[in-house]
């Protein structure tokens, strides 16, 4: 069965304090992995996808990287407006139309 | 831009009534998704629709079904709405390379 988790549940960070989330994933065959970001009471805004292997993407003070099995999501010098819950998911070849398998999160806060 | 957008933020309704939960997206996309999200329990899908007048159900269909009468626009219908369907209901779009989510509605039912 095709599975995403995510860890740490919940991390809470000093400003300035890097750190990185850890999203593991089972599928048959990666289509493609996302990472969005969802602050409290809105809908998950999209920060990256990663498609094969060794792939990178940067944004600001964030890094995500792919391996065979799992993704990570580097927070460099995080700053308190970086809080919110981050959400991996990810699309598995053969997967109907598109349908993405969520994650449940991790939830970041950053004190200053 | 991508645009998607639902019809309320907030509403509360009480058990028995019919809901509409409406979604627009303003990009042409054919794939639009309705899932709904709970504290502990994450995402997860309800319909979703890959054309006009095409859908197909996800993990937990029970309890709802879907319009979609027109390309932009996709409907979330709660034909008996009961509390255990209090949640946020988040609308997503598929565009080439991921899906854009619209900022969700918090329905209550009383």
């Known amino acids: 069965e095709d599975q995403v988790t995510q860890s740490p549940e919940a991390l809470r960070l000093q400003e300035g304090e890097s750190s990185s989330l850890n999203c593991s994933y089972t599928?048959?065959?990666?289509?493609?992995l996302f990472w969005y970001r969802q602050d409290p009471g809105k809908g998950p805004e999209f920060l990256f996808t990663?498609?094969?292997a060794g792939e990178e993407k940067e944004k600001e003070r964030l890094k995500a990287t792919l391996t065979k099995k799992e993704s990570f999501l580097h927070i460099t010098a995080p700053k308190p407006e970086d809080s919110a819950t981050y959400l991996c998911a990810v699309q598995a070849i053969g997967g109907s139309q598109g349908n993405l398998i969520f994650g449940k999160g991790t939830k970041l806060s950053v004190k200053p | 831009d991508v645009k998607v957008t639902q019809s309320s933020r907030y509403l509360v309704k009480r058990t028995g009534e019919k809901v509409f939960l409406e979604c627009v997206q303003d990009?042409?996309?054919?794939?639009m998704f309705w899932y709904r999200q709970d504290p502990g329990l994450g995402l997860r899908l309800i319909y979703f629709s890959y054309d006009v007048k095409m859908k197909e159900k996800g993990d937990i269909p029970e309890g709802y079904s879907v319009s979609r009468e027109k390309k932009e626009r996709f409907s979330l219908i709660l034909e008996s709405a009961s509390t255990n369907q209090t949640s946020m209901y988040l609308c997503?779009?598929?565009?080439?390379?991921?899906?854009?989510f619209g900022p969700g509605t918090r329905l209550t039912v009383l």
């Open positions: 990663l498609y094969s």
């Open positions: 990009m042409d996309h054919e794939n």
């Open positions: 599928v048959s065959g990666l289509r493609g």
């Open positions: 997503a779009s598929r565009g080439t390379d991921t899906q854009y």
